[in-house]
């Protein structure tokens, strides 16, 4: 069985579907660590995130549009600053109508997954604490890790600044850094390489590192804006 992790989809399937072709993934052996953020921007949440329902070893860590989407789920509310930031391409995904499925598999997200000193999360962490002893905003908003490790690699300083082996974050694409790739510093690796915005989804193997990615985004969706 091999492992992969999934940088933020943000409703781009057809994105995801190219990253799963070029690593050859297996929906019934392969394991899936998706860091968060299957919904906002591009038009297929839906399809999106049915896809992942279809991976039997799938960790689902929790991201902060997916837990706007949550909310709106459930509730019905829908913030300004939601519709914005690519709300209203989920709501139009789901024609207003989400499947109880996607419900529960959002609710049971999880906040963070460690495995074998091996941290997976959204956000990130605050890097001198336990996550156990954080909060939920920390993990799905948080970017203080991720600046750190990128002003030390910076300084050719990389050190280890936590305690785990390796850590994979989403939510900051990399893109804000003048890259189309995944980023590695100290121990981090950032791995949103700006599919909600103008850039390509990426996956990688963490055992072996190769990398696979989709095509730009926006050439998947040349009629949609996407979050621009």
Known sequence: MRTFVLGDIHGAYKAMKQCFQKAGFDHETDRLIFLG????????VY?????????KNLTYIIGNHDEWALTWAKTGYAPEI?????????IESYSRNVPSDHIRLLSQAKEYHIDEKKLFVHGGIKPFQ????????????DRELVYLALEK??????VQITR????????????????????H??????????????????????ESKEIFQSDPVPELYPNHKGRL
């Open 37 to 44: 953020d299957v919904c906002d921007g591009w038009p297929e």
């Open 47 to 55: 399809e999106a995130t049915n896809e992942l329902l279809k991976i």
């Open 82 to 90: 939601w519709l914005t930031q690519g709300g209203v391409a989920t």
């Open 130 to 141: 336990e996550p156990e002893e954080q909060d939920r905003s920390v993990f799905l908003w």
């Open 153 to 158: 690699k910076e300084l050719n300083d990389e």
């Open 164 to 183: 785990f082996k390796e850590i994979y974050v989403g939510h900051t694409p990399t893109t804000n850094f003048g890259s189309g790739m995944p980023i």
């Open 185 to 206: 510093a100290c121990e981090v690796w950032l791995m949103d390489t700006g599919a909600g915005w103008t850039g390509r989804l990426s996956m990688i193997d963490i």
